[in-house]
């Protein structure tokens, strides 16, 4: 259904330059834009290369012109595209109802509006609230509850006693409330020490692919809500992670560590076991974190220090080969300075 470029203007606050009435059908990268797609460019160089697509519009902000284009200006590019690709680029829908492959234990609560895809297991005093929808190969452990609008792709699984909220999208073959790591030395074998506890998932979440979420040993494994979780990433037990967190791939978080608030990890980071890491902190990639971190800190590096002497140290190590060679001829000239004084 195509929107003029007036309409989005409108719901995205912003303003037209040039023919507000035109129709826009799409919304595509510069160089595969059609006529009657939008755009966007955010920089210089891109808006040049968008003003010669065939794109019939282009989402910018700031003190862009243009002779041959519509343009549409927001306060800012990249929440102006968040909110226009659903409108152009749909959700898919789940209509109710249970596929017939689908094992169900007699206690488990199902919303009427809820999609259960094939071959999904289901275990006693499961609930599953309004218009969620499990895709195919889900299993839910007993007494696992799941509130309205969640989406778990294929083979997501679910172990018992875990609490997930409203609106958490879970992408394919993540494991929530698998066994946390916890063994004992005794008696010359690793004796496993039962992990009893259980995962909690707020609200707005979302977990990549392949992700694992271990249960508390005891108590709880956390994640806070709006928390958005990348693929192969692994929340060991009794890990606590704050609201509207950002956590990349392949990040792995020991047990009982604690983030607050609105942290960012970046990929292929390691934090070490027991610590507590304050709101808003800022983890470089594949930084080794193996301390406290005050909030509002930004760290990096293997351990992980603020930032800035990192960098300082990496600077440091580039000049090490210069430095070699400067000290090697100089103790080339002390020990001619010391033949001579013989």
């Known amino acids: 259904m195509p929107i003029t470029a007036s309409q989005i203007a409108e719901q995205l606050q912003g303003e037209v330059i040039g023919d507000g009435t035109v129709e826009l059908l799409g ?6 834009a059609r006529e009657g797609d939008l755009t966007f ?7 040049a290369n968008a003003e010669q697509s065939q794109a019939s519009a282009i989402l910018v902000s700031g003190p862009f012109t243009s002779l041959s284009k519509v343009l549409i200006r927001v306060p800012n590019t990249r929440v102006a595209m968040a ?7 749909p959700q898919d829908e789940y209509f109710p109802g249970i596929h017939p492959s689908a094992v169900i234990a007699d206690t488990a609560q199902i919303d009427s509006t809820a999609h259960i895809g094939p071959n999904v297991t289901i275990g006693d005093n499961v609930r599953i609230g309004a218009r969620t929808a499990l895709l195919g190969g889900n299993h839910i452990g007993h007494d696992s509850q799941i509130g309205d609008d969640a989406c778990f792709h294929p083979n997501v699984v679910v172990y018992p006693r875990s609490k997930i909220g409203h609106r958490v999208s879970i992408h394919a073959g993540t494991v929530i409330g698998s066994d946390g790591y916890g063994y004992t030395f005794d008696e010359g074998h690793h004796r496993k020490v039962l992990q009893v506890g259980d ?4 609200d707005d979440v979302e977990i990549g692919a392949n992700s694992a979420i271990d249960r508390g040993a005891l108590g709880s494994t956390t994640i806070g809500d709006g928390t958005k979780i990348d693929n192969f990433v692994h929340l060991a037990h009794n890990v606590k992670v704050g ?3 950002i956590i ?3 990040v792995g978080i020991a047990g009982s560590t604690c983030l607050g608030d609105y942290c960012v ?5 390691g934090i070490a076991g027991h610590l507590k890491i304050g709101h808003q902190v800022t983890i470089g990639a594949k930084s080794g974190v193996m301390r406290d971190i005050p909030s509002k800190a930004t760290v990096l590096g293997v351990p992980a220090v603020p930032d800035r002497q990192t960098k300082r140290q990496w600077l440091g190590t580039q000049q090490l080969p210069e430095m070699i060679h400067r000290l090697r001829k100089m ?3 002390l020990e001619e300075l010391k033949a001579k004084s013989r």
């Open 331 to 333: 103790e080339k000239q």
């Open 83 to 89: 909110r226009l690709l659903p409108i152009f680029f």
């Open 265 to 269: 990890v970046a990929s292929q980071t």
């Open 199 to 202: 995962v909690l998932i707020g």
């Open 243 to 245: 609201r509207h967190c």
């Open 27 to 32: 919304f595509a990268a510069a160089d595969k």
């Open 248 to 250: 990349m791939g392949q």
């Open 41 to 47: 460019a955010e920089k210089e160089i891109y808006f």
